[in-house]
Structure formats: C-alpha cells, structure tokens
C-alpha cells in the first residue's frame, strides 16, 4: 500500500488557482495551447503530479499534441479529472493513483501506463512540494529528508522505472523535470531549493550517461507560477509581477508549452539543460534572501 500522504503544501510551481485577476498573456502564447498539433502523434507520456496546476496543463498539452498521456497524482479524483477532459476531447488517458515518495506505487504506475498504451516515451516529472519551513537554524533533519524525498528521490523513483521502457522507445525516450528558479538563485526555502539545484545535476548526470542511448533528459526551471499556494494571496501574487521583466508571473500552460518542447522531436538536439521559464527573472538581477 503507498504511503500515507505527507503534509505539505504545494509551492509555488505545483498546483492551481481559478478566479484571480490575471495579467494578459499575449495572443501568440494562447494560440498553441488552443490548436490541436501532431507534434506528438504515437507517443505515450507519463505525468506525475498531473491532477492540478502545472501537472494538468502539460497532461492536457501533451495530449492536444497527440500523445497518449497517462496522468498520475496522489489526488486520485484530480487525476481522472483530467483523463474525462482529455478522453472527451478525442484524445487517449489513463488515470492512476500514485504516491511519488513511495517506490512500489511509482513502479505501478509505470508498469499501469505501458500495459495500457504498450509503450512509454515521455516521462513528466512535475510532482513535487514546499513546505512553511523555519529558519535554517531550527530546521530539522526530517525536513530536509522530506525536501529530498518529495523533490528529488520522486523524480530518482519514475526515471529509474521508466528508462527501460524509454531505451526501447521507437521515437526515442525523453525525461522533463520540474525544478524551479530556486536552484538557480539565492532565495530561501534551503532543504527546498537544495533539492532542486540537486534535480539539475541528477539531469545533467543522466542525460550524459543515456544521451548514447537515445534518451534525453531535460529540466525546465519556472519562476512564480499562479498556482494554488496563491488562492488566499492573490495581493502578494499581485506583487511579485513587478520582479519579471515580462510584466506577470507565469501561467500553468507556460510551463507545459516547456516541456512539450523538451519532450519533442523540435528538441532532438538537446538534453542535460535547465530551461529557466521565468519571465526573464533569472537573466534581469540577482535575488537575495538574507534571514533576520
């Protein structure tokens, strides 16, 4: 049986919030999240963390691209969500329930995806959390563990399950992770951004020992993503717009229009890179965190 769920709350990349004033997203940027491509066509993805935010907007992404997209999360109703809106728009899902801290329920989804779609080329690894940590001084062992456990060892537990299944890819396997401006930047949240700066390197590692073989393996690094940690802030959401040279934080479909990128054949030539999907956040100023 997995795990008991742990009690964290969703950071600012994971998650979803409706109902918010929302800076406008040029035409450009909507018009491929609402034509159907063939980017894709004949591929299968796995998605962890696909029941809400940026899990459900690279799900739905995928599949409008004509992937087969299996859509994993620990929120079993958000998932199959998900898998009826894909379904109901003409494309192919599976819904699965799966705890990403536990390895038995990791290597169940994986084998659920390719005994339903017989294949598996894609593999989205977006799940992943934040916690209201104290400050470094009186942070204990068990949180830095389960930083580690949620943001790191999770995406160690899929891409181990999955790289047999995307050596033999017809189209040629390809990994995505979620790591986030807080592995690049100074920015607090220690046992968090820790494990995300350590993300970067597990790719670059793996995408150097796979590449060889045909599998890539990228990472995309976004900045403030209206998600659902925001749903009770939406004046502090309000603020931190002013620190993007783009003028607005991100939305769940900047981030799934990354990875779709990173997971197709228009990215044939890349791997072991961390895309910042930051509206020029990373590349404007250095944002520095000191604790009082």
Not at 144 to 153: A, F, R, T
Not at 212 to 220: E, L
Not at 234 to 254: H, N, T
Request: aromatic fraction near 4%; charged fraction near 20%; charge should be negative.
């Amino acid at each position: 049986m997995p795990a008991p769920p742990v009690s964290v709350r969703y950071d600012a990349t994971h998650g979803e919030t409706d109902g918010m004033h929302r800076a406008t997203v040029p035409a450009r940027a909507r018009s491929g999240e609402q034509r159907k491509m063939d980017r894709l066509a004949g591929r299968v993805a796995l998605v962890t963390g696909g029941g809400h935010g940026i899990g459900r907007a690279t799900a739905i992404r995928l599949a409008r691209e004509g992937a087969a997209v299996a859509i994993a999360d620990l929120e079993a109703d958000a998932a199959g969500q998900v898998a009826d809106e894909i379904s109901a728009s003409g494309g192919r899902a599976l819904a699965l329930a799966c705890d990403v801290t536990d390895t038995a329920a990791v290597d169940a989804a994986v084998a659920a995806t390719v005994a339903r779609f017989g294949q598996l080329d894609i593999l989205a690894n977006v799940a992943g959390a934040d916690i209201n940590e104290p400050p470094f001084a009186e942070q204990t062992d068990d949180i830095w563990h389960l930083m580690h456990d949620v943001n790191l060892m999770s995406v160690v537990r899929c891409s181990r399950a999955a790289i047999p299944h995307l050596l033999v890819s017809p189209h040629g396997g390809s990994v995505v992770s979620v790591s986030s401006v807080n592995g690049l930047l100074a920015i607090g949240s220690y046992p968090y951004s820790a494990s995300k700066a350590a993300l970067q390197n597990l790719t670059m590692n793996l995408a150097a020992e796979y590449g060889p073989r045909g599998v890539r393996f990228n990472v995309v690094a976004p900045g403030t993503v209206r998600t659902r940690v925001w749903e009770d802030r939406p004046d502090d959401l309000a603020q931190m717009r002013m620190l993007y040279p783009l003028g607005r934080v991100g939305e769940p479909e900047d981030i799934a229009a990354a990875i779709a990128f990173l997971a197709s054949d228009d990215a044939a030539w890349i791997t072991g890179v961390t895309l910042p999907v930051d509206g020029g956040l990373t590349g404007s100023r250095p944002v520095v965190v000191v604790e009082p």
